[in-house]
């Protein structure tokens, strides 16, 4: 059994660029949630997906987009980048139904210039 | 409503010690509660979690004690380890939800 992994583990953009990052579930796991964690701040939910649909968001805008793969890998796109968006950005997964125990990957640092 | 208060902070406790974290809570839909340990460079891993129909729960050295109608909850770390030494997490969902609400974490430092 895998765990969940990120890529990259690192990042720099800067103000206003493009940026994907990606997210492989735990085997067996149909759901997958975005996080970001700021500095010395607890993760924020950005959104949730299940089964390729977005299942409910956090209160961040509409440039911070995703996708879920029918593996169930899933991309989460950041469009217009902006200062505060550099974080640890977290990605986990969880089998829809069986509880709420969220695995969590190790995260894609991001540094916005 | 959707907060999850997390006190203290940061904290020192001493090796062998016991470490207490606290948080309050105020969404009553809330029905499941864990507590997430992470280590630097590390995503949060579950340690410990919690449903509202019991009032303590202990894994090892690790208890969570509930109180449904103060809305409060937490973390008790018995004989404190220098490995125990992370930064701890509590969060708060309901049943069937989506969204995981984060406490803003506590930095616990276990001097030897």
């Known amino acids: 059994e895998t765990g969940v992994t990120q890529s990259p583990t690192h990042l720099i953009k800067t103000r206003g660029q493009q940026v994907t990052l990606r997210c492989s579930s735990q085997s067996g796991h149909n759901t997958v949630s975005w996080y970001q964690q700021a500095l010395g701040q607890g993760p924020q939910f950005i959104f949730q997906?299940?089964?390729?649909?977005?299942?409910g968001r956090g209160n961040f805008p509409p440039r911070f987009s995703g996708l879920q793969f029918p593996n169930y890998s899933s991309e989460l796109n950041v469009n217009a980048l902006e200062l505060d968006d550099s974080a640890l950005y977290l990605c986990a997964s969880s089998l829809q139904g069986v509880g709420e125990t969220q695995y969590f990957g190790p995260g894609t640092r991001l540094l916005v210039l | 409503q959707q907060q999850v208060k997390q006190s203290p902070q940061s904290l020192i406790v001493q090796k062998g010690g016991i470490s207490i974290i606290n948080c309050a809570y105020e969404n009553t839909a809330f029905d499941y509660f864990p507590w997430y340990q992470q280590f630097p460079g590390k995503g949060p891993a579950l340690l410990i979690a919690i449903r509202p129909d019991v009032s303590e729960k202990k894994e090892g050295r690790f208890t969570i004690s509930f109180n449904k109608s103060a809305k409060q909850f937490s973390l008790h770390i018995m004989d404190s380890q220098p490995g125990d030494s992370a930064t701890y997490f509590c969060?708060?969902?309901?049943?069937?939800?989506?969204?995981?609400?984060f406490g803003a974490g506590t930095r616990l430092f276990v001097k030897a």
């Open positions: 969060a708060a969902s309901d049943t069937g939800g989506f969204k995981t609400i």
């Open positions: 997906y299940y089964r390729e649909e977005e299942n």
